[in-house]
C-alpha cells in the first residue's frame, strides 16, 4: 500500500511536471524570438512581463492562460519591444516626407485565394490608410525601376529584394514560419523596403475567415515606414492580428496616426517641430554641430565624427549611436587639421599644424597620443583640411592617403612604423571632379573613403553640406561628384 501510495504520487509529479515545462519551453521559445529573452542571462519572469505589458494585461509575470492564449495568436514576424510609458515608438529612420513612393509587387508565388486585382487593392487600401493621416504618398507600379519598395508571398525561406539594385533576390536571413496562423508576415523598418508575407495562410479580403490581407498590410507597411510595435492594445501596431474589420468599418487607430504624424507630419499640415519628434538625444546634439572637424573608420569598423572641435561622437549606419556617450578627445587631437586610421599600423594618423600624430589603442576612448615620424616631407606644406586613405593591397598591407591642402591634393604611403608624402602634388580640380562642370569647393572640412573595392564612396564634408563622389576610371584615384550634390548632412542624420 505504501508503495502504491509512493508509486502515484511519482507519477502525478511527473505528469505534472512535464506539463508545465512543454508549455515553459514554447514560451522561452516564443520569447526568444519577439522578446529577446536569453535562457542563459535573462528572467522569464521579465520577458513575461514584457509580453503583459504589451498585450494590456496584468504584468505579473505569470504564464497564464491568457498569456498562452496570446502566444497561440497569429501575429507579426517582428520583434515587440517593451518601450515603457511610450505607445507608438517612431524607429531612428524614415523616408522623405511628402513624396510619393513607387512600389513593386512580385507575382512569383502570390496566394491562391485571392486573385491579382485583389491583392493590388487590399494593398493599396492598406497604403492608403497611413496616407491619409501624414506626409507619405505610395503608388503601385509595373516596372522595378524607380520602385522604392517591394511586396512579395514566400514559404519558410524565402527571398528578399535589393531595392538599391534593381530587386536583385538574396536569402532573407528571417525565414517565416509557413504554417497558417503563427506569424503571418513580416517587414524592414526604412530604408529597405521589403515586406514578405508567409503564403501558408488563407489570405482573404471582405469575408471573416482566414487572415485579412489589407488589415496584415497597413501593419507591416506601419514598420517600412518606421513605427515599431505598440503596446496599446487597440492600435494597429500592435503585434497580434487582431481580426476581421470591414474596409467600409476600417478606421486608422490614434496611436497609430499619432506616430506616423510623428514622422511625416499630419497631412497638410507642417511637420512637427524638431523637439516633439521622437529624435535621439546625441542625435539633435550632432545634428546642431556646426560643423565636422574629422570623419573617420575606427579599427571597430565604426566610423567615428569629431564634431565643433572637441566632441567624439560614433554613427551607426547614418544614425548616431545613442549608446556611445560622446566624449572629449584628448587634448592632442582638438582642432586638428585632417586625420585618417592608419590599417597597417592600427592608428588614428592625425595632422595638425606641421605636426602629426599617432593615436593607438583599441579603446577610441582612451587612445595613446605621440608625435609620429614621417619618412619624408615631400610636398607637404603642414597644414591640410581634410585627409582619407585606402588599402590597397591586404596582403601587402600598403595603404594610401590622401591629403587636401587648400586647392591641392597630397599623396602618401603608410609604412610599416612610419608615413612618406609624395614630392608632387595634383591640382585639386584633377582629382575631384562635378559631374556636371562645376567647380568642386576647396574648403573641406573632412573626408572619408569607405566602402570595398567595387562600391568605394569618397565623403567630402564641407561645413554643412556633403559629397559623395565615385571613383572614375580603374585606377580610382580619381572622383567624380553627381550634381545630386551637395546635400545637407542634416538631411542624413534625419535631423
Ligand atoms: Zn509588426
Ligand atoms: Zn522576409
Request: glycine share 8%.
Amino acid at each position: 500500500m505504501k508503495l502504491a501510495i509512493v508509486l502515484l504520487s511519482t507519477l502525478f509529479f511527473l505528469s505534472v511536471h512535464s506539463f508545465k515545462s512543454s508549455e515553459e519551453k514554447d514560451a522561452e521559445k516564443y520569447l526568444t524570438e519577439f522578446y529577446d529573452y536569453d535562457k542563459s542571462t535573462g528572467s522569464l519572469k521579465d520577458s513575461l512581463k514584457d509580453l503583459q505589458k504589451m498585450a494590456g494585461i496584468e504584468a505579473d509575470g505569470k504564464l497564464s492562460d491568457e498569456v498562452i492564449s496570446h502566444m497561440n495568436k497569429g501575429r507579426c514576424g517582428g520583434k515587440d519591444k517593451d518601450k515603457k510609458s511610450k505607445r507608438y515608438v517612431a524607429a531612428n529612420a524614415r523616408w522623405d516626407r511628402g513624396v510619393t513612393y513607387k512600389y513593386y509587387l512580385h507575382l512569383d508565388w502570390m496566394p491562391r485565394t485571392m486573385s491579382e486585382a485583389e491583392v493590388r487593392r487590399a494593398i493599396q487600401v492598406a497604403l492608403d490608410y497611413w496616407v491619409r493621416v501624414s506626409n507619405l504618398g505610395f503608388a503601385a507600379s509595373r516596372d522595378k525601376a524607380g520602385c522604392m519598395f517591394s511586396v512579395s508571398f514566400s514559404g519558410r525561406d524565402h527571398l528578399q529584394y535589393d531595392v538599391n539594385k534593381n530587386f536583385q533576390p538574396s536569402k532573407d536571413p528571417y525565414p517565416l514560419d509557413n504554417v497558417p496562423s503563427g506569424v503571418l508576415a513580416h517587414a524592414f523598418f526604412p530604408r529597405n523596403g521589403n515586406l514578405h508575407y508567409d503564403n501558408a495562410e488563407t489570405w482573404t479580403e471582405g469575408k471573416d475567415s482566414g487572415i485579412n490581407l489589407r488589415i496584415v498590410t497597413a501593419h507591416e507597411m506601419g514598420h517600412a515606414i518606421g513605427l515599431h510595435h505598440s503596446n496599446d492594445p487597440s492600435a494597429l501596431m500592435a503585434p497580434w492580428y487582431g481580426g476581421y474589420i470591414s474596409e467600409a468599418d476600417y478606421r486608422l487607430p490614434n496611436d497609430d496616426t499619432l506616430g506616423a504624424q510623428s514622422l511625416y507630419g499630419a497631412r497638410g499640415k507642417r511637420a512637427l517641430p524638431l523637439k516633439k519628434r521622437d529624435l535621439g538625444k546625441l542625435q539633435s546634439r550632432l545634428c546642431n554641430a556646426k560643423n565636422y572637424d574629422g570623419v573617420f573608420a575606427f579599427s571597430d569598423d565604426k566610423t567615428y565624427v569629431i564634431a565643433d572641435g572637441s566632441n567624439l561622437f560614433r554613427l551607426d549606419g547614418t544614425n548616431v549611436d545613442e549608446t556611445f556617450e560622446p566624449v572629449e578627445i584628448n587634448e592632442a587631437l582638438k582642432n586638428a587639421d585632417s586625420m585618417f586610421y592608419d590599417k597597417v599600423n592600427k592608428r588614428l594618423v592625425v595632422f595638425k599644424g606641421d605636426k602629426v600624430y599617432s593615436a593607438s589603442g583599441s579603446d577610441v576612448k582612451t587612445l595613446k597620443v605621440e608625435e609620429m615620424k614621417i619618412g619624408g616631407h615631400g610636398a607637404y606644406l603642414g597644414k591640410s583640411s581634410a585627409a582619407f586613405a585606402r588599402q590597397v593591397s591586404a596582403e601587402e598591407g600598403m595603404q594610401y592617403f590622401w591629403l587636401i591642402q587648400d586647392n591641392e591634393v597630397i599623396s602618401g604611403e603608410v609604412l610599416k612604423n612610419k608615413i612618406v608624402f609624395s614630392r608632387r602634388t595634383r591640382p585639386l580640380s584633377e582629382v575631384i571632379t562635378m559631374s556636371n562642370g562645376a567647380k568642386f569647393p576647396p574648403s573641406i572640412d573632412a573626408a572619408l573613403l569607405s566602402g570595398e573595392k567595387d562600391n568605394l564612396q569618397l565623403y567630402l564634408f564641407v561645413g554643412n553640406s556633403y559629397y559623395v563622389g565615385k571613383p572614375t576610371g580603374r585606377k580610382q584615384f580619381q572622383y567624380s561628384i553627381s550634381a545630386d550634390y551637395p546635400k545637407s548632412y542634416k538631411q542624413v542624420l534625419k535631423c
